[in-house]
């Protein structure tokens, strides 16, 4: 049983791009493709694909990397709120991933959403990882 299924779920990811894979497969929860979603909006994996063919569904992230140079697109994935010691940002004390070059992730009232756009919104959140 995972006890947090997002560091399950980033760790996955994160051993896939080590391993140099092109496909990861995930187990499924709505929190999960919300962030695939994000994931894919901000251009950090090339395309995904929610699979329900058991109870509970798979996901089929097709991860990115440079043609060229075959670096992945995502450089560091760090879990930051956890079960233990949840961690909240507030329009006044948003966290700044790499001077703004990188996202946070954050699930707010209003679904899961980067840092900038939850910014715009004026609302916060729970910090859910860092992305860059």
Known sequence: MNTDPIADYLTRVRNAIKA???IV?????????EITKVLFDKGYIANYKFEDTTTQGTIK???KY???TKIPA?????RISKPGLRQYAGVDN???VLNGLGIAILSTSKGVMTDKEAAKLNIGGEVLCHVY
């Not at 497969?25 to 493709?33: G, V």
């Open 61 to 63: 992230i097709a991860l």
């Open 25 to 33: 497969e995930i187990p499924a929860s709505n929190l999960k493709k």
């Open 94 to 96: 948003m966290p700044r």
């Open 74 to 78: 995502i450089r560091t994935l760090t």
């Open 66 to 68: 440079n043609a060229i």
């Open 20 to 22: 140099n894979h092109r």
